[in-house]
């Protein structure tokens, strides 16, 4: 059975970092790009960053502003998005998904939840003082 599962997230306050995990079962995850969105409360799912399965390449949107990473464990099946300098604008639930097309444009990922294949459930990351 094909699964993405997310952690990691929780409550942190302004300034602060925290590191989500997608951890994949049922599939190799570098057979994928790796997306990473978000959906805040009242708002549309949106990417962030995205990490490419063929050469590694990571690639972001302009809504972090370069204050996120994304890095893979192959080993693990497990992909990462380091958040640092979080703020209560980046409140939302974070998924990764496997895509499969990646999008970019000018050195920037180019999101399209119609590229996504395989959808984790999400986890609640919460940036409050």
């Known amino acids: 059975q094909v699964q993405l599962v997310e952690s990691g997230g929780g409550l942190v306050q302004p300034g602060g970092s925290l590191r989500l995990s997608c951890a994949a079962s049922g599939f190799t995850l570098d057979y994928y790009a790796i997306g990473w969105f978000r959906q805040a409360p009242g708002k549309e799912r949106e990417g962030v960053s995205c990490?490419?399965?063929?050469?590694?390449?990571?690639y972001s949107t302009d809504s972090i502003k370069g204050r996120f990473t994304v890095s893979r464990d192959n080993f693990k099946n497990t992909v990462y998005l380091q958040m640092n300098n979080l703020n209560p604008e980046d409140t939302a639930v974070y998924y990764c998904?496997?895509?499969?097309?990646?999008?970019?444009?000018?050195?920037?990922?180019?999101?399209?939840?119609?590229?996504?294949?395989?959808w984790g459930q999400g986890t609640q990351v919460t940036v409050a003082s």
């Open positions: 990490i490419s399965n063929s050469d590694g390449r990571t």
């Open positions: 998904a496997t895509l499969t097309v990646l999008s970019v444009g000018d050195g920037r990922w180019i999101p399209n939840e119609s590229e996504a294949k395989y």
